[in-house]
């Protein structure tokens, strides 16, 4: 049996890609995850998540990744509800995943305020018929879903640190971030809209943008 966790990563975050990752594995190789003694990826340290990963996809029997850009985010929330919205993109995403690893079962992290119907959008978008088993915080639960959590955050932090590289270090990329809210103020004032890593559809963008866009046009 083929056994497949799947997780997102950067979900909330105002700058960079929403990550999704999905490893599959035999019953075998699953034992052999678990002793790695993984769990949800947002508890370890980034060099533990990188150690991790690398004993992860030494296991795994295939792996498939997803990043979906902020424009891509963006054109999505703003044509209705944004979170409907982007549950349905996200479901979207895991279903992509899911084919290219084939499972007979899957465990993935529900984004959804109902499991059921977080499922049923992700079994909408396969061409074949496996077994969904959507549940919240499954990152906690399924060791599978911690793996593929450890391997959605690694993606997103290597891409992140990209960015850290050209455009100096802006924090996590989550409005929660001192350093992101200082960044998005300080790029906005000088440019008057924002780079195209930022998801200008988030509220905490929108904010910065009215406000700040204005020290830029003064300068005209």
């Known amino acids: 049996m083929l ?6 990563a950067g979900r909330g975050a105002v700058i960079g890609p929403l990550v999704i990752a999905g490893i599959v594995v035999d019953e075998e190789a699953l034992k052999r995850i678990e002793a790695l003694g993984v769990r949800d990826s947002k508890m370890l340290t980034p060099n533990k998540r990188e150690q ?4 992860i996809l030494k296991i795994v029997k295939g792996y498939h990744v997803i990043k979906i ?13 944004k979170l409907h919205r982007l549950n349905r993109l996200e479901a979207k ?11 007979d079962i899957v465990y993935v992290d529900a984004s959804d305020v109902l499991p059921e119907r977080f499922s ?12 969904i088993v959507s549940r919240h915080k499954a990152d906690k639960t ?14 997103r932090d290597r891409f992140i640190s990209i960015l850290h590289a050209e455009y100096g270090d802006f ?11 200082r960044f998005l103020k300080e790029w906005v004032k000088a440019h008057g809209d924002y780079p195209d890593f930022v998801r200008r559809s988030w ?4 904010r910065i943008k009215a406000t700040y866009s204005k020290f830029q046009k003064r300068l005209f």
């Open 3 to 8: 056994i497949a966790g799947v997780d997102d």
């Open 52 to 55: 991790l990963s690398v004993e």
């Open 69 to 81: 850009p902020p424009r891509e985010i963006d054109r999505v929330v703003e044509t209705g509800k």
């Open 93 to 103: 995403a895991m279903a992509e995943v899911i084919l290219h690893l084939k499972p």
């Open 120 to 131: 049923r959008h992700i079994a909408e978008e396969l061409p074949f018929k496996t077994k």
């Open 142 to 155: 399924y060791p599978v879903v911690s793996a593929a959590s450890i391997i959605a955050k690694v993606e």
């Open 171 to 181: 924090g996590s990329g989550y409005a929660s971030d001192s350093k992101t809210i």
């Open 203 to 206: 509220a905490p963008a929108k």
